[in-house]
Every structure is written in C-alpha cells, then in structure tokens.
C-alpha cells in the first residue's frame, strides 16, 4: 500500500474529474498501460474499502499517476469534492488488459469511462512513435461527457495509423461525430479486417455484452479480443480481483 495525494484535479462535468496523483515519499511504481489499481481513502467512513480504477497516464509519465474518474455512488461522489493535497492510499498495480509486444493492428471499442486504460495505451504508443493501424470507437451519451476527446483527436497527429471515430447516443449537433450506437455496419465499413486486429473493449457490462456479440458474428476469433469490464467493486461476483 503506498500513499499518494492529489496533486491536479480538473472537473470535467457535475459527475466527471481527471485527478493526479504523485507518490508522497517514495517513486512512482512501473506499471504497464491498460493496468488497474485499487485506492482507498483512509478518512473516509470505511478506510479499508479500495476501489478500482484504471489508469489513464502513460508509464513513461514520472510525474502522476492519472485517474478519470465518473462518480456513481457514496465513495467516487466523495472523491469527487477532493482537492489538492488530499492524501489516498493505492495498492496496485493489476490486470491484463494490455497490448501485447508485437501488435500491428488493434481496434478499441469504449464505452464511456471505459477510455481511460485506453488513452494510457494511445499515450504510451506515441510515446514510442508507433505507426501501427489504430482505430478507436469511442460511444458517449453527449460530446461533454467524452473524457479526453480533445487529446484523442490531437493523437491522431502523433499517430500516422491511428483514427477515432466518436459516437454519441444523443445527437452530437454541430460535430462530425455520427449519433447512435456503435455499430456491426459502423464496424465493417471502417475497419480493414484484413489486418485480423487485436480488439481491445472497455466499458460497463452492457456495452460489453454487446460489442463481443458483434465481434462473434463478425467472426473475430476469441483470441483477438480483450475485455476490460469497468464496473463497480461492490458486485463480488464482477470483481476482477475476486476472480479466482
Ligand atoms: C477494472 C476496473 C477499472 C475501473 N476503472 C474505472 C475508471 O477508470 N474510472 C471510473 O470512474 N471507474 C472505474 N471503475 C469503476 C469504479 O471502480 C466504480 O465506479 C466505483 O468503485 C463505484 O464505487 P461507489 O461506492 O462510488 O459506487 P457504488 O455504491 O459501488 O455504486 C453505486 C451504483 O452505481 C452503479 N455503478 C457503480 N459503478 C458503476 C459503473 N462503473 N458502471 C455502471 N454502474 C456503476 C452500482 O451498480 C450501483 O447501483 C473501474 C472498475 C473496474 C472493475
């Protein structure tokens, strides 16, 4: 267990905040991008109690580990009124949401939040100058509830294969993003399946439930697609550290 304090918070909306936070005495650990940990606020009513997030910096950033964090019940709506200099304990780091070594072609399918084990795999990838084929569906309700979609689109300059396609289930207005839900249509007439990509999903149950039935019928055989399921701790059953 290591202790770490907010040391940058930005509130994106009433229920969305990027926060970092940097080691308070030691270095920051290695982790691999796509990885989780588990923090726990040792002031708040039930100090032992750890929640999951997943990582959104890249490992080559020394500074702060950064969380995008959307608030669902009592203990991300308390997060959410922290401020600087508020210290949480992190316990970490785990999962195998990751890209493997060699991997010229992968296509993302995110749904909300979901982005954030995303966006710390794009960083690092440009990191590197990767020129892979990259393709990002990223599903959101509203333009304002898509964390980071700025940046994404200022990766697409860093990174010569790689495009976001972003898709709003409201209508998106004065954008060229597409209204809906991502799609099979949407996917086979934008991904060159020729390339047999990696799929990577990320996103609440639902949205992965869906996405991998669209993967099936599309044939993706199940060795080409990792699933990151982004859901609350407090479903034992869900709870990837609990899984035996
Ligand atoms: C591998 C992994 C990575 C994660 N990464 C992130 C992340 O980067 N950012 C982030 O904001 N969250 C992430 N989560 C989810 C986060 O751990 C939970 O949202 C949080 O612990 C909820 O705690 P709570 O006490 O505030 O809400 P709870 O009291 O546990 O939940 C309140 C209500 O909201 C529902 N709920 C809670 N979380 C979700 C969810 N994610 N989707 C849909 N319904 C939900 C619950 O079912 C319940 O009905 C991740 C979860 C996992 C398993």
Redesign the pocket.
């Known amino acids: 267990m290591n202790e770490y304090q907010i040391t940058g918070k930005k509130l994106l909306s009433d229920d969305i905040a990027v926060f970092q936070l940097s080691p308070v005495a030691k270095e920051l650990l290695t982790f691999q991008p796509g990885q ?1 940990c588990l923090i726990s606020d040792p002031d708040f009513e039930k100090p032992e109690e750890e ?4 990582i ?1 910096s890249e490992p080559e950033n020394r500074h702060h580990l950064e ?11 308390n997060l959410l009124k922290q401020e600087k200099g508020k210290k949480l304990k992190i316990r970490g780091f785990f ?1 195998k949401f990751l890209m493997p070594e060699k991997c010229g072609a992968a296509v993302f399918l995110v749904g909300g ?1 979901g982005i ?1 084990p995303v966006i710390s795999i794009l960083r690092h990838l440009a990191r590197k100058k990767s020129d892979s084929y990259l393709r990002l569906f990223y599903g959101n309700r509203t333009p304002d509830s898509a964390v980071y979609g700025t940046e994404l689109k200022e990766l697409e300059k860093d990174l010569p294969g790689f495009k976001v396609i972003e898709v709003f289930s409201e209508s998106p207005g004065n954008t060229d993003a597409l209204s809906g839900f991502i799609s099979r249509e949407l996917l086979t007439s934008e991904i060159d399946m020729q390339l047999l990509p990696v799929f990577f999903i990320s996103g ?1 149950p639902v949205f992965l439930i869906k996405m991998a039935g669209i993967l099936k019928e599309l044939g993706v055989p199940p060795k080409n697609i990792k699933m ?8 034992p059953f869900l ?2 550290v609990n899984k035996k």
């Not at 929640?51 to 997943?54: D, E, N, P, Q, T």
């Not at 969380?67 to 019940?73: L, N, Q």
């Not at 990151?228 to 479903?235: A, N, V, Y």
């Open positions: 989780y929640h999951i997030f997943s959104a969380f995008a964090v959307r608030a669902y019940g009592r203990w991300t709506k999962g939040v954030s609440p990151e399921k982004i859901i609350s701790p407090r479903l709870h990837p």
